[in-house]
């Protein structure tokens, strides 16, 4: 595709369920980013990916969160048990390569709502 | 805590005026880049400054980079309504950190 898509744009969920959250990256960039934003806040790192793999996972919130990517282009982000506070747009971006801080392009984001 | 940091964290301008907004960062970088996201969706590229240039100009933007005070100057001129957005910036290598963001408000 043209851009980072992702997937679904909103989502509204209860307190204790698990949300799947998908992001497509550009085809041929090989670095995978996801981003947490909470209301009128900045950007919070969550993980990166070069390829498929997660070489630093300390980004992620708690051992709810997980994420994994497939076949150096899909992305799923997992959020397990969702608590109030994980209310927020999470982002995903990709970049060409990873090393020396490649431009990143941003997905629309997915808003995510915890009841 | 955040790499890093940009300020004013609000600014309210008139159409036609300039608009400066400053970061500043921690550590070492390879590059600093700009970004601007509207609605709080996603950020779009603005301008990449590297670690070995001082300034640098894309349209109405422009960038500059003091690395021996860690800080980076982000100013639009001439700005417009449709320049209303916040503004990140972010720094370089393995992690992209960025900033709480400065929002700019340009009243026509």
């Known amino acids: 595709g043209a851009g980072v898509s992702q997937s679904p744009s909103n989502k509204v969920t209860e307190k204790g369920k698990d949300v799947e959250l998908r992001c497509d990256p550009i085809?041929?960039?090989?670095?995978l980013y996801w981003y947490r934003q909470r209301l009128g806040q900045g950007l919070e790192f969550l993980i990166y990916f070069q390829g498929n793999s997660a070489p630093d996972k300390s980004g992620l919130p708690s051992d709810r969160f997980s994420a994994e990517r497939t076949g150096e282009s899909v992305s799923t982000l997992t959020i397990q048990r969702t608590q109030q506070e994980d209310s927020a747009v999470y982002l995903c971006?990709?970049?060409?390569?990873?090393?020396?801080?490649?431009?990143?392009?941003f997905g629309p984001g997915t808003r995510l709502l915890v009841l | 805590s955040q790499q890093g940091e940009e300020d004013p964290q609000a600014l309210s301008i008139q159409e036609g005026e300039n608009a400066t907004m400053n970061c500043s960062y921690k550590t070492s970088i390879n590059n600093l880049q700009w970004y601007r996201q509207n609605s709080g969706r996603g950020l779009v590229h603005l301008i990449l400054i590297r670690s070995n240039e001082r300034e640098k100009h894309s349209g109405r933007l422009r960038v500059t980079l003091d690395t021996s005070k860690k800080s980076s100057s982000l100013l639009i001129t001439a700005s417009r309504a449709a320049d209303t957005a916040s503004y990140f910036c972010g720094t370089g290598g393995f992690k992209t950190i960025f900033g709480a963001g400065t929002r700019l408000f340009v009243k026509a």
């Open positions: 085809s041929g960039h090989t670095a």
């Open positions: 971006a990709s970049s060409l390569a990873l090393a020396g801080g490649e431009t990143q392009y």
